[in-house]
């Protein structure tokens, strides 16, 4: 049978398995994730963490956008198509899109973790950390978020007083009883600490990042009629074009909703040296302006800040030390030349998911990258791929039946982490797959799950031995 191995089941990977299959894909989706749930953003156990996009553009493809917001219907969730539902509920709607596909057994769900990765004989081989091996035709890369990068000096410090991976556990628990808390990241992951710690008047709450920006407001949906220059131009073009475009209105987040559908199509249109020169200058500012949350926590923000019990700050941060039950922080203001201290309960890592994979100690990563069989961004975002996502080896060539969905292929498209990036691409990498696979012979063995070791086992022992 025709069998795709999807290596991670969170949003993206659950989508993808659903487009396959509502195209018409017969043979069989496997999906293999350590964990339960749907991943770093769905997993969550609070409901009021809330979706960043509105209810009514979280549906599973560009045709039936609005078909999460009538699940909530049926689940006797009653909002507008305009607000913002809990991520808990998203997970629970992905759960509900696959269930019928996992009772037919078109889509089975593995919890292992994947390690490596092998071609042979026109088939792959997935080793998994159980010491079993997949067979399949073709293999997606849908390890999404992958954790952030250790701060300096986390290393060392005990998990009591120091979170390093926030989406993963329960931040209340973690800081019980405690009242200095620290979050290193001003993003969305940052909110969602602040909003989990909320209503526990006691706890104090500093955020540091490079430029101490917090998200900005959602306010509306509304979209402006736009029409880009063409050629597109360079970042500081475009950048001055929607300045002037942004003069002539009321409020300006009606021309960022608008270059929503854009952004990966100008991205591409600029070389390498463009595309790093606005990752340096103007992401911070792109991410609060294009990333915003809902009016209701921009607000609880802003009365926290008000009566003191969350600052923020602009800073590099140093390092971090434990001395006893305490995390010493030392950082150096922006612009200044300076060094300041302060010591904290708990110390959370809100930096984001680690996207340079050159730098990643991951087994999985490891071997893709030691065997050649992936290469990573030149940019030092995801992997190196085609735009509809088949990824590239060493030598710039396309792996056949590789292929890569989500934030894995950052570099490449720049917008494509959120559902509604993810549901397009996802339709779009269907597309080439289903052609693909239909252009391809099945091995008789196809689809077993093998017992047997797997033979390079290089990588796995590098990491053994925490190389
Ligand atoms: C906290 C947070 C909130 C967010 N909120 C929103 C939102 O409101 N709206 C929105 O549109 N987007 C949101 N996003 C963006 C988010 O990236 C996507 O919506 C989506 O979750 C990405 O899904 P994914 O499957 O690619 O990645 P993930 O959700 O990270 O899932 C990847 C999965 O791969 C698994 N995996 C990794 N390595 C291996 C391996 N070696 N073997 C097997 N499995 C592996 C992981 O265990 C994980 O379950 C949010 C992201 C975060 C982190």
Sequence with gaps: MTTVTCIGAGASGTLLAWHLHAAGFSGRTILVDPHEGFGAAYSTSECRHLLNVPAANMGASEEDKASFWRFLGTQGIEMSPEDFASRLDYGRYLEQLIAPLRASGQVVRIRDRAWGLERRAGFWRVALERRRALESQAVVLVVGNLPPSSLPGGEVVDAACYVDEP?????????????????????????????????????????????????????????????????????????????????????????????????????????????????????????????????????????????????????????????????????????????????????????????DYRRMRDPLVLNLLGSGNACPHPLGMGLAASPRGELLDARGQLVPGLFALGPPLRGVLFECIAVPDIRKQAALLTRHMVDWLANRPVPASLGNETTGDYPDRRYQMLYDVGL
């Design 167 to 355: 989406w993963r556990c329960r931040l209340k628990e973690v800081v019980a009883g405690r009242s200095r808390v620290l979050f290193v990241g001003t993003g969305l992951t940052m909110v969602d600490g602040v909003i989990s710690l909320a209503d526990h008047p006691e706890i104090h709450m500093t955020a540091i990042s490079r430029h101490g920006l917090l998200p900005l407001p959602w306010k509306t949906q509304d979209m402006m009629p736009m029409r880009l220059p063409e050629p597109m131009p360079g970042p500081r073009a475009m950048l001055r074009h929607l300045r002037t475009l942004a003069a002539g209105m009321s409020s300006w987040e009606p021309l960022i909703n608008a270059m929503r559908p854009e952004i990966q199509t100008i991205w591409q249109s600029w070389t390498l040296l463009e595309q790093g020169r606005f990752l340096r200058h103007a992401l911070a500012y792109w991410n609060i302006h294009r990333h915003r949350i809902c009016d209701a926590h921009h607000a609880l923000l802003g009365r926290l800040r008000a009566t003191g019990r969350l600052t923020t700050a602009a800073g590099h941060l140093l390092g971090i030390e434990q001395q006893g039950g305490e995390v010493l922080v030392r950082w150096r203001p922006r612009g200044k030349t300076e060094e300041r201290s302060a010591r904290f309960d708990v110390v959370v890592n809100c930096t984001g998911p680690a996207s």
